[in-house]
């Protein structure tokens, strides 16, 4: 079956520190790759997106490019702020499920960032 | 544009009761599917619904269970509610496998 395993946290760093969290996918068809963030309280927003293989989704400073090769989708940012303290996630949604008439997203555990001052 | 809207925003019921939630999707998307959020299981799909047909349906009892109305708004019900149903319950609604807009979540505790 379909699943996603992120770096787990929490993470901490300084403000403008640089910002990885490795996230890594098995599926069974072509899957699109999302990162959605949550912030205390709250539902889930979509942060970025990449549809297909060497694909790069990028928003407010983050980019995590489509790597089909290692089945990632590693999520970066140069420098982080304090207000990008939250918790993100790494999801999948398969063309095989939705090829058979169904769109879900399968998600990693998640990985909470925090960034000082 | 408006966005999901998950009603209510908090619930608290006692075990053995039963709760409905009500997700409002964007207008236009056909598809609305529910997810449990809870800290030892992280988010977990529950079922999708197209047209007010379940299409899929994820690793939840019988007691979880969900219908479509014409307008595309979706409710899910769970009846005798165990203290482990605590949990944040979003929905999401799509046009497409490649958009998924979140509601705000119901957060539900049960005493």
């Known amino acids: 079956g379909d699943s996603v395993t992120q770096m787990e946290g929490p993470v901490t760093l300084s403000e403008e520190a640089f910002l990885t969290i490795n996230c890594t996918y098995t599926a069974t068809g072509y899957p699109s790759l999302f990162w959605y963030v949550q912030y205390p309280g709250e539902g889930l927003q979509l942060l970025l997106k990449?549809?297909?293989?060497?694909d790069k989704g990028s928003n407010k400073g983050f980019e995590a490019t489509y790597r089909k090769e290692t089945t990632s989708f590693h999520l970066e940012k140069g420098s982080v702020q304090v207000s990008d303290s939250a918790v993100y996630f790494c999801?999948?949604?398969?063309?095989?499920?939705?090829?058979?008439?169904?769109?879900?997203?399968?998600f990693g555990k998640g990985t909470k960032l925090s960034v000082i001052p | 544009k408006a966005g999901v809207t998950q009603t209510p925003r908090y619930l608290i019921k006692t075990r053995g009761q039963q709760v409905t939630l009500s997700c409002s999707p964007i207008?236009?998307?056909?598809?609305v599917s529910w997810y449990q959020q809870t800290p030892g299981q992280g988010l977990q799909f529950l079922f999708e619904?197209?047209?007010?047909?379940?299409?899929n349906k994820g690793n939840f009892p019988g007691r979880f269970s969900g219908r479509q109305f014409s307008n595309s708004r979706s409710e899910m019900n769970v009846s005798t509610l165990e203290l482990g149903d605590s949990a944040l319950y979003l929905c999401?609604?799509?046009?497409?496998?490649?958009?998924?807009?979140f509601g705000s979540g119901t957060r539900l505790t049960v005493v």
């Open positions: 990449a549809t297909k293989a060497d």
């Open positions: 999401a609604s799509s046009l497409s496998r490649d958009g998924y807009t």
């Open positions: 999801a999948l949604s398969d063309n095989a499920r939705s090829g058979a008439g169904s769109y879900q997203l399968t």
């Open positions: 207008s236009g998307h056909r598809s």
């Open positions: 619904y197209f047209s007010e047909t379940q299409r």
